[in-house]
């Protein structure tokens, strides 16, 4: 996980390094003030900071991916109904399960009580 943080935080850094480089030469040229400068930039150039932005879209739905990763607790164990499982804070109690004809296939479903 750590490398993939690294990575999206490389990315980040390459195209902050764009963007702020385009912003400088702006100011510099035209004598704007920096968030004009950053909106010219973009206006002048769509194609080029249109993909920058995209990129950072990205960058942005793999870190949300890999951190919400860090945040899953799964545990497997057998029941037999009546019995409980206790995961944090919460206890579930297994009541059993029923089969249902679905369609074309049987669907298994859990009866489960939860409490906090």
Do not use: C
Not at 5 to 22: H, W
Not at 41 to 47: A, E, Q, S, T
């Amino acid at each position: 996980m750590t490398k993939k943080l690294m990575r999206s935080g490389v990315v980040l850094a390459t195209l902050a390094v764009e963007y702020y480089r385009g912003v400088r030469i702006r100011v510099r040229n035209h004598r704007e003030a920096v968030p004009v400068a950053l909106g010219q930039v973009i206006w002048r150039n769509k194609r080029r900071y249109g993909g920058y932005i995209v990129h950072v879209g990205m960058v942005l739905i793999f870190f949300g991916i890999a951190v919400s990763a860090a945040y899953q607790k799964e545990t497997v164990r057998l029941l037999e109904p009546g019995q409980y499982l206790e995961i944090d804070s919460y206890l579930m109690r297994y009541d059993g399960y029923r089969l249902e004809a679905v369609d074309d296939h049987v669907g298994a479903y859990p009866s489960l009580m939860l409490s906090s």
